[in-house]
């Protein structure tokens, strides 16, 4: 696992808690994390997480408006 040192400006109000969820949710709207990971990552259960996300307009459903209508059409 790797290890990641920030400094920021003091007028910055934020804390490891919260950057921590902001880095994971970007991670996971990107792809780069799956669910459960960025969830782990953020040291939160998954259903925690995933409302979490709704509350910062980051879909919990990581579908391309494409792929979500092929699946609708195969169900």
């Known amino acids: 696992?790797?290890?990641?040192?920030l400094r920021?400006?003091?007028?910055?109000?934020?804390?490891a808690q919260e950057l921590t969820l902001i880095l994971a949710s970007r991670l996971y709207e990107q792809g780069k994390?799956?669910?459960?990971?960025?969830?782990e990552l953020a040291g939160l259960p998954k259903r925690t997480f995933m409302?979490?996300?709704g509350r910062a307009n980051v879909s919990a459903f990581?579908?391309?408006a494409e792929e979500l209508?092929?699946?609708m059409r195969n169900a």
């Not at 920021?8 to 804390?15: A, C, G, R, T």
């Open 33 to 39: 994390l799956s669910i459960g990971q960025a969830a």
């Open 69 to 71: 209508e092929r699946d």
């Open 8 to 15: 920021l400006p003091d007028f910055v109000n934020i804390d």
């Open 51 to 53: 409302e979490l996300l």
């Open 1 to 5: 696992m790797q290890t990641l040192q």
């Open 62 to 64: 990581n579908y391309e």
